[in-house]
């Protein structure tokens, strides 16, 4: 409907889509033929982005640009027209990070951009964000991913990369990441790239240091039973055998979650 406003503020967990989102916005809007609202992926444009080569797409890491003199660059450039597109987009990463003068100084340029300018800010902490500057933005809330969609997702990747992995390892893989999907499909590659095709649940395990998953369950039964003994005794023989205890720590109560 072109309707498009002049700033978001993408807030939510790390590894959950905020900058890519905010990429495929960008290129929805400066797509020569939008289908729906969504991107081409055929037209000059949409190519130019996808092979990196698009100029009126900035990204700002305001965790390491989080001073004053680069949102003085910003507002110094902002009113030239863009070079490609119709549009030129500010994508803000780790936006929380800006200094309080910097967010000051960001303010006056978000309350009245160029209409050829959309602002995206991206932060996995939105509470430490002006509220003046949140005032300014239509906000947009991002959350874990459900185990289940991000199992779908990395069997689709290695259904297209030719990769053989057991269901149970993507189960876990899945269920490691705790609703981050950048993360799993890290850890997919770095199990694809440690052991070859033919992932296990047991080179998942390894891997992680989570020992073994049988003994995880006889220890959530003891934990139910209230068997303190028995547990402690899991738990000291988890210890001994180099368990990652953080991660026994993380599997134990997703197990209890699911049995209660």
């Not at 680069?70 to 597109?85: L, T």
């Not at 003068?101 to 340029?109: D, G, I, P, V």
């Not at 602002?119 to 002006?130: D, G, H, P, Q, S």
């Not at 185990?147 to 689709?156: N, S």
Request: with cysteine; net charge negative.
């Amino acid at each position: 409907q072109q309707r498009v406003s002049h700033s978001y503020l993408f807030c939510g967990p790390r590894g959950t889509g905020k900058t890519t989102t905010a990429r495929i916005l960008a290129k929805g809007v400066n797509c020569l033929e939008p289908s729906e609202g969504n991107p081409c992926n055929n037209c000059q444009i949409c190519r130019t982005i996808n092979e990196g080569r698009f100029l009126d797409i900035i990204e700002l890491d305001a965790a390491s640009n989080r001073g004053i003199d680069e949102i003085r660059e910003i507002r110094d450039k902002v009113n030239f027209a863009p070079v490609e597109g119709r549009r030129k987009v500010y994508i803000i990463d780790e936006a929380h990070m800006l200094t309080d003068q910097a967010s000051n100084a960001f303010l006056k340029t978000l309350e009245e951009p160029p209409p050829h300018v959309i602002f995206v800010l991206c932060t996995t902490e939105a509470n430490k964000i002006l509220p003046t500057i949140i005032s300014r933005c239509q906000r947009f809330d991002f959350r874990r991913l459900p185990t289940d969609v991000i199992c779908r997702r990395l069997t689709e990747i290695i259904e297209a990369e030719g990769v053989a992995v057991e269901p149970e390892a993507l189960l876990a893989v899945a269920r490691y990441a705790s609703g981050s999907l950048r993360d799993a499909e890290n850890l997919l590659e770095q199990l694809a790239v440690s052991y070859g095709n033919g992932v296990t649940l047991q080179h998942v395990e390894s891997l992680l240091g989570l020992g073994q998953g049988d003994q995880w369950l006889e220890l959530v039964k003891y934990l139910l039973m209230g068997n303190t003994s028995a547990s402690l005794g899991i738990i000291n023989q988890a210890a001994w055998e180099g368990a990652d205890m953080r991660q026994l720590h993380r599997q134990v109560l997703e197990l209890l979650r699911a049995a209660m």
